[in-house]
């Protein structure tokens, strides 16, 4: 008698992905393009610069950017953004001159030294100070002067930066530094609210210098209500942009609120290269300074090199034996166009 066989169900090896009642989405993100130019931006209040440089790097579908001068959050203003080819360059506006628009409030103390810390009276005013007291008072502000940085700031200490230590209750001893004031003007003053627009160099500090003044003043010390950068270099607020304009307007029209490249560097002596020149100067070749004036330079100075055609190539660094070597010079794919091309005449 024969046994019956057991026969095994056979089971299907299909892969079968998890059912989603949702149609399937395509979430790639928008392709990076490479763009290079200078953005003038007006940072609202209430974000970082970082959160404000990443957002505008969205709308431009950026491949590359960054933000020279940081703006606390509570701060508005001027802060130029350089994408491409510009960040190459950027660190040219990091020691640059700044201006800002300060407000005072006299007679207080924040423990962050502006409107986001721990408010609290330090003094009972009785007398505001006059606008010719002020005035009188800023005079001793103006030169070069020590300060000292707050806790609350991104200097790094072991490693940390200080408003690490400050948000835990710690205070660590700082150094006090130089810094160079160069012009500070009186825009409104009303009972202890104190207007101010100044004028500083890289490192200042305007919160600590808010809280000096209002010591100076009799007034013990003072805070930020609000901060204003309005000027960086040769940039100006009036040419920027602000970020609710930027985010309404067609990619073509952002894309004509870049300025060039070279607009970073128009403290530097420009320098025209013939066809020959600039292909050395690219192969990083030295060739000779041909100045349009009769002095030459007795010490090393960098100069803006531009080709024939005036396209920028990049800076570009003039010895004292009157020789340009390339000191910073935009990429191989940039100055492409500058290579193949024949700017010269054919032989006759």
Do not use: W
């Amino acid at each position: 008698m024969k046994q019956s066989r057991k026969i095994k169900p056979r089971i299907s090896r299909i892969n079968k992905k998890p059912f989603s009642a949702e149609p399937s989405l395509n979430l790639s993100k928008p392709e990076k393009r490479k763009i290079s130019g200078i953005l003038l931006l007006d940072k609202p209040q209430g974000i970082s610069s970082n959160k404000a440089l990443q957002i505008v790097k969205r709308i431009f579908s950026a491949e590359k950017c960054g933000h020279t001068g940081t703006l606390d959050p509570m701060a508005t203003g001027l802060l130029p953004i350089c994408f491409g080819e510009a960040t190459k360059f950027s660190s040219q506006l990091l020691g640059a001159d700044k201006t800002y628009e300060a407000i005072l409030k006299l007679g207080f103390h924040s423990t962050t030294g502006d409107a986001e810390g721990e408010i609290s009276r330090v003094a009972a005013v009785v007398k505001y100070p006059t606008a010719s007291t002020c005035e009188q008072v800023l005079e001793q502000f103006i030169g070069t002067i020590k300060q000292t940085p707050p806790m609350y700031s991104a200097l790094k200490h072991r490693g940390k930066p200080l408003y690490h230590y400050a948000r835990n209750g710690d205070v660590i001893e700082r150094q006090a530094r130089e810094i160079k004031i160069y012009a500070i003007r009186i825009l409104s003053l009303q009972d202890d609210e104190l207007h101010l627009s100044i004028r500083c160099g890289t490192g200042t500090y305007i919160r600590v210098l808010a809280q000096d003044i209002g010591q100076a003043l009799g007034c013990e010390s003072a805070y930020l209500t609000g901060l204003r950068r309005t000027a960086i270099d040769l940039f100006e607020i009036n040419q920027s942009i602000a970020l609710a304009a930027l985010e309404q307007i067609d990619s073509a029209q952002r894309h004509q609120c870049l300025l060039p490249v070279d607009s970073l560097l128009k403290n530097f002596t420009p320098v025209t290269l013939d066809a020959l020149a600039t292909r050395y100067i690219v192969q990083g070749r030295t060739i000779p300074y041909l100045s349009n004036s009769c002095e030459k330079t007795t010490t090393a100075k960098t100069v803006r090199l531009y080709d024939e055609h005036q396209q920028f190539i990049g800076l570009g660094e003039v010895s004292s034996g009157q020789q340009i070597t390339a000191k910073r010079l935009l990429s191989n794919t940039c100055l492409a166009h500058t290579l193949t091309t024949d700017h010269t005449s054919s032989n006759e």
